[in-house]
């Protein structure tokens, strides 16, 4: 048995909030060197199924697959914080230190994850284009800059499973192309990226696999071709 893993999968996983069920039987997988694109309306589950598999959040039922190691509420997850130690997750907030420079919260956020500010901080930086302002306190950043500092922070330490809801919110043109390139090459380094994302143009393209979930289950499970905006549309007309 090993810590790392090239697959996740969830299996008839179903997470309830009292009698609101925000997932429902879901089953999806994802391999080493996909991309999947979570697709659907908003409450569809995207952000919920992204907290199970950060292992933030139970499943109600069901299970979730690591490679050989297994999390659901009947069997716990006794190995819980080595797993997290694979998963990069980028949230809707971005969870930085307003008050410290760009630089001191990659220092910090790379002590925690025991690796040496000395070599990992200077190529995140460059990594989010962010150099010129290094020294700068995040409080003064723009939304865009934020969200590119923490993919960054993210993927400090080498993620197997990279977890990202909504990571192209305020970004600008320029930005969304670092950001696209930056998934492309965690994709061939074969790292495993689940993307939840309402902008359709920019999954177009970018994503290999798409998952599409409504009112907590998942309705279409594919691999991803162009022309995605107008299946989308006429898939969801028929939902």
């Keep these: 048995m090993t810590d790392d893993f090239d697959c996740v999968a969830l299996t008839d996983v179903s997470r309830h909030f009292g009698r609101r069920r925000a997932l429902s039987h879901v089953t999806l997988s994802a391999r080493a060197g996909e991309i999947v694109g979570l697709l659907g309306p908003n409450g569809a589950g995207k952000s919920t199924l992204i907290a199970v598999?950060?292992?933030l959040m139970a499943p109600t039922t069901g299970e979730v697959r690591y490679g050989d190691l297994t999390y659901s509420v009947a069997r716990g997850f006794r190995r819980s914080s080595l797993v997290r130690q694979r998963i990069g997750l980028l949230a809707h907030e971005p969870h930085l230190y307003p008050e410290l420079s760009a630089r001191q919260n990659l220092e910090f956020f790379a002590r925690l994850y025991g690796l040496d500010p000395r070599t990992t901080v200077e190529p995140a930086l460059e990594a989010a284009g962010l150099r010129d302002r290094a020294d700068d306190e995040?409080?003064?950043f723009s939304r865009g800059m934020r969200q590119r500092l923490a993919l960054e922070r993210a993927l400090l330490h080498g993620p197997r499973l990279v977890l990202l809801d909504?990571?192209?919110t305020g970004l600008d043109d320029?930005?969304?192309v670092r950001?696209?390139?930056r998934l492309r090459h965690?994709?061939?380094s074969r790292a495993i990226v689940v993307l939840a994302t309402h902008d359709l143009e920019l999954a177009?393209?970018?994503v290999t696999h798409v998952a599409v979930l409504q009112q907590g289950r998942l309705v279409s499970d594919e691999p991803a071709s162009r022309g995605l905006r107008e299946k989308y549309r006429?898939?969801?007309?028929?939902t």
């Design 186 to 188: 965690l994709s061939g």
């Design 166 to 168: 909504e990571p192209f």
């Design 204 to 206: 177009d393209g970018l």
């Design 174 to 176: 320029r930005a969304v």
């Design 234 to 238: 006429s898939f969801m007309s028929r």
């Design 53 to 55: 598999l950060a292992t």
């Design 179 to 181: 950001v696209s390139d």
């Design 138 to 140: 995040v409080s003064g």
